[in-house]
């Protein structure tokens, strides 16, 4: 091996340890476990459903309580709340959702202090209005994929609140209106 090669082989060796030091330290270290994580976590986001049954299927699991706490993410929220808003007049889809998410919370033994009352409101309100940007002709299943490929994110929600408004107890027990950006109509 040449001088050359020697240098190279040391300093590609030098870096790949800085590397796994730094990612080790950092917690970024690709360990088998956080690599399932993250693949569980595209596969949530990147769902679409394929047919209405599957979206009737999701709402039948939410309104039983047969679906695992851990399993209604945030994409299954916005699902039941497209289904809803479909079926129902805004106000009965906001009893309908929070009498479900209190049945919900119930069933699975659920600290009832979680549930949010302004997160609730908030979210049924922006799936409304995305629903309304879309064309009446639109089947459910293309609806559905489309809001929720458009609000996928439930961090969404922290462009339009802040954390002090958002987990006070107010918000919790009754609607706030968003205090950094509001929900155009």
């Not at 709340?81 to 309908?96: D, G, M, Q, R, S």
Request: with cysteine; net charge positive; proline share 4%.
């Amino acid at each position: 091996m040449c001088e050359a090669d020697r240098i190279i082989r040391s300093a590609s060796l030098f870096i790949s340890f800085r590397l796994l030091s730094w990612r080790t330290l950092r917690g970024n270290y690709d360990v088998p476990a956080k690599r399932q994580r993250r693949k569980e976590i595209r596969r949530r986001i990147m769902t679409t459903y394929k047919n209405d049954s599957e979206i009737e299927a999701v709402v039948r699991e939410f309104e039983s309580c047969t679906t695992p706490a851990p399993d209604f993410t945030h994409e299954r929220h916005v699902t039941v709340a497209i289904w809803y808003l479909e079926k129902h007049p805004f106000t009965v889809a906001l009893k309908k959702m929070r009498d479900g998410l209190f049945r919900f919370i119930k069933h699975h033994h659920v600290d009832p202090g979680k549930y949010n009352e302004t997160i609730t409101v908030f979210w049924l309100k922006l799936t409304d209005q995305t629903l309304k940007q879309l064309s009446p002709e639109l089947p459910l299943i293309n609806k559905t994929n489309q809001v929720i490929a458009q609000l996928a994110h439930a961090k969404l929600i922290r462009d339009y609140y802040s954390d002090a408004v958002l987990w006070s107890a107010e918000a919790k027990q009754g609607w706030i209106e968003p205090d950094l950006k509001q929900i155009t109509k």
